[in-house]
């Protein structure tokens, strides 16, 4: 079964496709995930201006957010159209869409309305994905685990994954110790501060970060946040971590400050490798061109061997997308797609709301075991 997965993370810079055709042989545990395409489909600058003119803590009324709304419902249909013109057909597709506000106990909201996905594609379309779990008693997020844990099944050692995106989270595939969680920022406050003293939406490859100095005074105040102390399960978001929360960290040189920033993802990820004694950790998330990011996460986490995605098949730039084609397919099939381990959740639910497409919806009869394993071609 082809299925097209769409994201936008907490990036807010464009809109990622995979186009994976998967299949499980009759019987078998271990579904297979051919990745047939994937690409990135920048926003318009004014459209990205209107998704961060939105976000906390900026003050939005109704009639903007119903724009907003069919803008990107408008974006995602033309990077999904985009990507079926360039790798063939599909037969179903799968969209997060961009996230607006999420807080789980507050509620959760993805903007990009599927409809106008349905109609320019004639497919059926999963969307709103994680409010079901939020529903039954989860955070709705992180819902990386369903994928990683099917990745990293069976392997030997201490594995986990983490993504470097807006927001870094983490997934613990030990078995028994099975758990995933946000662990702070990952890109979020590098990207704010490199917008507010560059101009420029990220620090190229931790180019001005490599040339500055950590300020530790600056560190340790950002480091009482009350957040990282939380146990999991828990979720955060630029609800939190966003521009403002910089507030008062203007007198710092731009270098020194992103040199502080980029010690803040890297002392708060690592931290956490360290919580779980992990010796293998599959890295991905835009973070992973930042090599001054990395650098610092090694020295963070000694003794971890860090393992790019691309290596198992998945690009790192591919890998939320090829997540939601994921989750459209398990919910298609009638399975869960959340890991109540991660997010909280009373229980697996299926995730997602179905809007149909030129056809009447015909879904397979559902199936009953949850694949173990994931294999990428």
Not at 212 to 237: C, F, H, I, M, Q
Request: proline content about 7%.
């Amino acid at each position: 079964m082809r299925v097209l997965g769409l994201s936008s993370g907490t990036s807010h810079d464009g809109i990622d496709a995979a186009l994976v055709d998967f299949s499980l042989p009759p019987g078998g545990d271990t579904l297979r995930a051919r990745l047939l395409h994937h690409a990135t489909t920048p926003y318009e600058p004014a459209l990205r201006a209107a998704i961060l003119a939105a976000l906390p803590p900026h003050k939005v009324g109704l009639g903007d957010v119903c724009a907003l709304d069919t803008r990107l419902g408008h974006a995602f249909a033309r990077a999904a159209t985009s990507a079926l013109d360039a790798a063939g057909p599909a037969e179903l597709v799968c969209s997060h869409g961009q996230t607006l506000f999420h807080a789980a106990t507050d509620g959760t909201l993805q903007l990009g309305q599927p409809a106008w996905i349905a109609e320019r594609t004639g497919l059926p379309v999963v969307a709103d994905v994680r409010v079901r779990d939020v529903a039954a008693g989860g955070q709705g997020a992180p819902l990386v685990p369903v994928l990683d844990l099917m990745l990293l099944a069976g392997r030997e050692g201490r594995w986990g994954a983490v993504n470097l995106g807006g927001i870094a989270n983490l997934t613990v595939a030990v078995p028994d110790e099975t758990c995933a969680y946000d662990t702070g920022p990952g890109n979020a406050l590098i990207d704010a501060a490199a917008l507010a003293v560059t101009g420029e939406p990220y620090d190229r490859g931790g180019a001005l970060a490599a040339s500055g100095t950590v300020r530790t005074e600056l560190l340790d105040r950002l480091l009482v946040e009350p957040y990282y102390a939380r146990n999991p399960p828990k979720s955060t978001g630029k609800e939190l971590f966003s521009a403002a929360y910089l507030d008062g960290a203007g007198g710092y040189q731009p270098a020194d400050l992103l040199a502080t920033l980029t010690e803040l993802t890297a002392a708060t990820v690592g931290a956490e490798l360290r919580r779980h004694r992990l010796d293998h950790v599959l890295v991905s998330g835009g973070g992973v061109r930042n090599r001054t990011l990395l650098k610092r996460l090694a020295a963070r986490a000694p003794g971890v061997t860090f393992v790019p995605s691309d290596e198992f098949g998945l690009p790192a730039d591919a890998k939320e997308a090829v997540l939601f084609a994921l989750i459209g397919w398990l919910t298609w099939h009638g399975l869960p797609g959340a890991v109540p381990s991660a997010t909280g959740a009373n229980g697996g639910r299926l995730l997602g709301a179905v809007t149909p497409g030129a056809a009447p919806l015909r879904l397979p009869a559902p199936l009953t075991t949850l694949p173990r394993r994931l294999e990428l071609e």
